[in-house]
């Protein structure tokens, strides 16, 4: 769009350029046609700071020639938001953002630049001062434009290789990262299927950390612990007995279940704990998952076990006198409690 405004400049150039309220950027002020881009920004100052009391918009033109015929590139207008409106047809991207009292910002950029580029360019920033007149505020920078030498095709030509070389340096270096990463997980893989029983012996030895387990109680060639913690499924409540060398606990007769009662209760510090029992897809049928033994001793609590193939694994707890109770092995069995892992570690691990 050619927009003339004679009567607009004539006003703009009454009002005295500031180059603290407007400020226009032209990067590069040559352009060397084929080589370079172009950028043009217009950055608007605080209006505390300035005679516009507020900022309403913001507008990027330009004239070929330094003639008083300019063509409208860009606008941001306060009451339609941050959205730039590109008014040609160049190929141009542009952003920026408004604010009526704070700082805004208008840029353009031209990737491949022409003739067509090269001008005057003006930034105009409008609103009113403090009694409600209307002021234009602008600045303004100039383009031209080059056909570049033999000298500049030869200095862009060294950038580009050097940019070239850099990249396949950078390249190699990742190639080769990749490579040793790619090694050292394969060997991480084999050390530790090779070496697991050695680090679960290791864990096992360093105590039972107590940030983990919040206490032990050793009987016979048997040692329980209780989880700090509460989990969520019954797998991950094993894998943390596995990792110190033991497993979920697994209840063989009423004298370790006296044992196991006797431990939750002094003091009772949980409602709810894991044991290693699951149910077979037999209904009424249980068996340890460590062991793969059948379980033979039972104290279920009343109404259990819980018919259905939803309900799996068996559970002891507080308000039933830490008798059995069956529930989901997945996600939290109870709908507001937290159940803890209950470990059995055999001797050589306490």
Known sequence: ?????????????????????????????????????LTVRCDVSDSSQNILSAVVAVIVSRSANDSRNYTELASLNLFIGHQVHVLTSEAVTANGSIHSYGHSFLELHWVKPTLAQAGHYIC??????????????????YVSTRQPGSDQLLERIRELDLDLKLANDKLAQFNMSLAHVARDVTNLSTGIEANRQEILNIAAVNNRPTWLFSRNYVVGNYSYSVSKYYYSNVATAETLCNIYGGYLAEIDDADEYNVV??????????????????????????????????????????????????????YLESNVDWEMTVYRCHLYPLAKEEVHALCEFPSRFR
Request: glycine share 8%.
């Open 124 to 141: 105009t920033a409008q609103g009113p001062d403090e009694v409600g007149h209307n002021i234009n505020m602008i600045a303004d920078a």
């Open 261 to 314: 009662k006797n431990f939750l209760n002094n003091p009772r510090e949980v409602n709810y704990v894991y044991t290693g029992a699951y149910g077979e897809s037999q209904e009424g049928v249980y068996k340890f998952k460590h062991s793969d033994s059948p379980v033979y001793f039972y104290r279920w609590a009343l109404g259990q076990p819980k018919n259905g193939t939803e309900y799996n694994c068996v």
């Open 1 to 37: 769009m050619i927009l003339l405004i004679v009567l607009s400049l004539c006003c703009v150039l009454s009002t005295p350029v500031l180059s603290t309220v407007v400020r226009l950027t032209a990067s590069p002020t040559v352009v060397d046609l084929g080589l370079t881009s």
